[in-house]
């Protein structure tokens, strides 16, 4: 049987897409149940020095992957595929604070695994800051 042009265009789309659709949902990335009810001990108005600490650690450490602003734009960003996620966006910032701690506690792919380099407070510290990251 002989595909026509146009058959052949609508496999390499149909292919295409869902190669892209693939990676997408790769990219995807979900916390277990029991990080999700984790509760963040440190609440950033209970500490005056939470959001700083918090920034300190970001800017030294997350930075240059997810960038200044956690637009994840950093100057590392270019060489992951998938690129560092923005934390500004709605989908990032709707997870609960325990899925950021285990996220940043257990790491993935090129994402560092933080829980030997770091104390729980200061990854807390870092999720209080992460918070300020939002879209103004």
Known sequence: MAFTRL???FIGVVCFLAIKSSAQNAAIWIAPDKAKSLVN????SDY??????GKYQ?????ASCHGELGLGDGEKAKKFNPPP???TSKRFQSQ???ELFWKINE???KMPKYKNEFSEDDIWFMVNYIRTLTKK
């Open 7 to 9: 058959q052949i265009a």
């Open 41 to 44: 001990p440190i609440k950033a």
């Open 48 to 53: 005056d020095y939470s959001i700083e600490e």
């Open 58 to 62: 970001y800017t030294s450490n997350c």
């Open 85 to 87: 996620i923005d934390f």
């Open 96 to 98: 609960t604070d325990g």
């Open 107 to 109: 790491g993935r792919g």
